[in-house]
Each structure stands twice: as structure tokens, then as C-alpha cells.
């Protein structure tokens, strides 16, 4: 079972991204998925979460607007496009799945995947 995330990279405030997370091993079709992220010196944290099918979609405050995260089961990713981009974006991006999208906000995941380093520029 492996979760491996790709799409990171350096970019100057403004510029966009998208991460994207592919799922191996096995199908993460019924887990909701989502991504967090952890800075230099902090704790990793919530960013986005979307529910099995794609119906629900959660983001952290500080992402709302800027960032969307989306789905493709039958290909077994999630990606995360990132707009709008600050350098307190800046961290390691990780995918994560879970139960639902309420506890892996919570950060209750059962997979995580190896991060993706998110750069941002002033």
C-alpha cells in the first residue's frame, strides 16, 4: 500500500501548483483522501479533504479560495490545484486517506504517503 505524492517545486508569491497524490497497493476508493502540510519548525497540518466520491470537500481557513482539491477513483489519485500562492504555503505536502473527511481533518488517518516539498518565493 503506498500513497506517493508528486507536483511540488519552487514558485514566487501569486504563482500556482498542483500536487497530485497516486495510490498503489490497493483501491482507495471508499476512503476519503486529503492533504496536509508541515513547515520548517511547526507541526504538520490540516489543508483539504474530499470525501469517497468527491460530494463533500473540507479546506483549513487559511487555504479557502486559493486552493481546491479533486479526485479521479478511477485512476486512484486525489490532486490538490494550489492558487494564489504565499510563502506561508511553504512546507512538505503529504496525502493522506481516510475514514471521512471530518477525521481526517481531525488528523485520524489510516495511510500516508511519502511529502512533496512546496516552496514559495517572496
Known amino acids: 500500500v503506498q500513497l506517493q505524492a508528486s507536483g511540488g517545486g519552487l514558485v514566487q508569491t501569486g504563482g500556482s501548483l498542483t500536487l497530485s497524490c497516486t495510490a498503489s497497493?490497493?483501491?482507495?476508493?471508499?476512503?476519503?483522501k486529503g492533504w496536509f502540510r508541515q513547515a520548517p519548525g511547526k507541526e504538520r497540518e490540516f489543508v483539504a479533504a474530499?470525501?469517497?466520491?468527491?460530494?463533500?470537500?473540507r479546506y483549513a481557513d487559511g487555504v479557502k479560495g486559493r486552493f481546491t482539491i479533486s479526485r479521479d477513483n478511477a485512476k486512484n489519485t486525489v490532486d490538490l490545484q494550489m492558487n494564489s500562492l504565499k510563502p506561508e504555503d511553504t512546507g512538505v505536502y503529504y496525502c493522506?486517506?481516510?475514514?471521512?473527511?471530518?477525521?481526517?481533518?481531525?488528523?485520524?488517518?489510516?495511510?500516508w504517503g511519502q511529502g512533496t516539498q512546496v516552496t514559495v518565493s517572496s
Open positions: 493522506t486517506a481516510g475514514y471521512n473527511t471530518e477525521r481526517l481533518e481531525g488528523g485520524q488517518s489510516h495511510y
Open positions: 497497493g490497493r483501491t482507495f476508493e471508499p476512503y476519503a
Open positions: 474530499v470525501s469517497w466520491n468527491g460530494g463533500v470537500t
